[in-house]
């Protein structure tokens, strides 16, 4: 059943587990999700970002996630990830989206505090849940790398005005993760998102959870994490499972789609058994 955010992490938050969001940028993806969560009874969100859109466009992915989501047999959220353009906001709520994350991140306080209390009017009006972030989370890589990450962790003693000043109905935050692959296993301050979870009293939500150890999972979660995001995950279980369709003589596409979907419904499975999802639809 197509649901909005709240309708999962709410339940999460009160239940003490967390909800996996997984990217799905075609249609192989969005099965190895929904059919996992519809296996283990488990809610989910599943959707796509504004930096994934030149490989598929969100009117493409709208056009298969929003009928599969409301046939699922399971709570599914369909969720637009750092939407980094009000316009692209407004592009995903006309596409039918139940939530959206809109990335101010970058922006001043004061800016990233006005920008989203505009989008949560907005889609509070349309019934529609609103992600914002407060510090920023980098990259493992590339031109979002953090020189410093711990200059833009999230400072939890403006956390709950930054909470009260938007409305906004889940938070992500910066402690210590980040986007893509680890180099190295990374160190999250636990503390800080319990300290963060404790003002706020709203669902938080790590971003870069692909790499991170199970116990950090599980002490993330403990510490208030509600939502965990995986995609580098999933994207490298599909290109893997392509790989052993290859080498075990798949002659084309079409014989190759059960190893995709196989492959990646493994991780899914894995992280929303992890995070304790399992059985809570």
Request: hydrophobic letters at 45%.
């Amino acid at each position: 059943m197509l649901v909005t955010m709240n309708d999962v992490l709410l339940p999460a938050k009160k239940g003490g587990y967390g909800v996996g969001f997984f990217n799905a940028v075609n249609i192989e993806m969005a099965r190895a999700v929904i059919e996992t969560a519809e296996e283990l009874q488990a809610p989910v969100m599943i959707g796509t970002a504004e930096i994934l859109l030149p490989f598929m466009s969100l009117e493409r992915v709208a056009e298969y996630l929003i009928p599969m989501a409301k046939k699922a047999s399971v709570p599914v959220a369909v969720h637009y990830d750092h939407g980094l353009t009000y316009d692209g906001c407004m592009r995903a709520l006309k596409a039918g989206f139940t939530s959206v994350m809109y990335d101010c991140s970058t922006c001043g306080y004061e800016e990233n505090k006005a920008r989203l209390a505009e989008m949560v009017k907005i889609c509070h009006a349309m019934g529609v849940t609103v992600e914002g972030e407060l510090g920023h989370v980098g990259d493992n890589e590339g031109d979002g790398r953090l020189t410093n990450p711990g200059d833009f962790y999230t400072d939890p003693a403006t956390a709950a005005d930054f909470v009260s000043g938007t409305g906004v109905d889940a938070l992500a935050v910066a402690v210590g993760n980040a986007h893509g692959d680890y180099k190295f296993p990374p160190k999250l301050d636990f503390e800080r998102i319990f300290a963060i979870s404790n003002d706020t009293d709203i669902p938080l939500v790590l971003h870069g959870g692909s790499g991170l150890a199970d116990d950090d999972f599980k002490r993330a979660v403990k510490k208030g994490i509600c939502k965990i995001n995986i995609f580098t995950d999933l994207e490298k279980a599909g290109k893997a499972g392509a790989e052993k369709a290859l080498a075990e003589g798949a002659q084309s596409l079409t014989k190759m789609i059960p190893y995709e979907i196989n492959a990646m419904k493994k991780v899914v499975e894995e992280k929303i058994r992890l995070f304790g999802a399992a059985g809570k639809a």
